[in-house]
């Protein structure tokens, strides 16, 4: 990987990483509220999603770690925007909560898309990223149908990771 590509690279997936440690702790803090009721579900896999996907972006990043120079993936930021879990604490009901989740996953589905250009001779990562992409956009469309007040979209089911 050139190095000015490898830069990049770093910096989309490093972002990508942060975007999914924002979504495991936003997740579970819509898991606290009262209220959520059948939600629930949706949420737990949502968490469950962003800590697993974590672990897979870790492992892509590792990968491609012995081609670049830069340091591990850490914990230190937690929640890049305050300003997102803010706006969760005060939601009251699931129409409030989901349009707060859904911004994070919008903006998770657009650094996926992003990072797909830099993955192109990478076929195993690539396949694992589109399979996070799948995943994240489902989420995404169902927050969608409980946005809007949609009832039947409770009854989804799917799995967090493939």
Known sequence: ?????????????????????KREVLYLEA???????????????????????QKEI?????YFKCFLNDKELADQNQITSHTSLQLLEKATGREEVASCL???EAATIQLYKSLRNYL??????????????????EFYDML????????RSYGYG???AA
């Open 158 to 160: 799917f799995t967090a």
């Open 58 to 62: 870790r492992a892509v990043y590792d």
């Open 120 to 137: 192109d001779r990478e076929p195993e990562a690539q396949r694992l990223m589109d399979e996070h992409l799948t995943r994240t956009s």
């Open 1 to 21: 990987m050139e190095e000015n590509k490898g830069k990049e690279f770093i910096q989309m997936i490093r972002a990508l990483w942060n975007e999914q440690k």
């Open 31 to 53: 898991l606290k509220k009262d209220g959520m009721g059948p939600f629930r579900r949706m949420l737990s896999q949502g968490h469950v999603s962003a800590v697993l996907f």
């Open 102 to 104: 859904k911004k994070i």
């Open 144 to 151: 969608c149908k409980l946005e809007s007040g949609n009832q």
